[in-house]
């Protein structure tokens, strides 16, 4: 309606050696979450719009299946990507430290192994505000889910 407040999309983006945008993938899957014992309350749909389509995209390494942070969560999404021929998938993130302790490597190395492809997944570190910490270590994972390589946090 004319009245809701507008929202944006949280958009991964490929550019190519050029320069040039070559695809966009609007994320699907919005984190909410709200612990009122701790004061945490993280409402991404306020500010944020869902997108609604997969999308893989050609690079020079082999085709590229686009995700966002907390897609991830749904298995099923990169089941599709696969069938839609990624070879690798991409998971640009920004975990909370205690959801990364718990989840990330786990997540991100079922992921690899379920779909038999290589994950990468670049992600926030660092403080934000008071209230808000990222956990960081970008990730490299091969198809039998070994870490090749993990920037720390």
């Not at 009245?3 to 991964?12: A, L």
């Not at 897609?71 to 998938?89: C, K, V």
């Not at 290589?118 to 808000?132: C, D, I, M, P, T």
Request: hydrophobic fraction near 35%; aromatic fraction near 8%; glycine fraction near 8%.
């Amino acid at each position: 309606s004319s009245t809701s407040t507008p929202r944006v999309y949280n958009t991964h983006i490929i550019v190519n050696s050029d320069g040039e945008l070559v695809s966009t993938y609007r994320k699907i899957h919005l984190f909410d979450v709200s612990i009122p014992s701790q004061n945490i309350h993280l409402v991404e749909s306020k500010t944020t719009a869902p997108g609604t389509k997969l999308v893989v995209c050609d690079s020079p390494l082999g085709l590229l299946g686009l995700s966002t942070c907390y897609d991830m969560r749904f298995p099923e999404q990169y089941t599709r990507l696969r069938e839609l021929g990624a070879q690798i998938l991409l998971a640009p993130s920004a975990f909370t430290v205690p959801t990364g302790r718990a989840h990330w490597h786990t997540l991100l190395r079922c992921r690899a192994i379920e779909n038999q492809c290589y994950v990468l997944a670049a992600a926030q570190f660092g403080v934000h505000n008071e209230k808000r910490s990222s956990y960081g270590h970008s990730i490299a994972v091969d198809p039998w889910g070994a870490v090749l390589a993990d920037a720390g946090g």
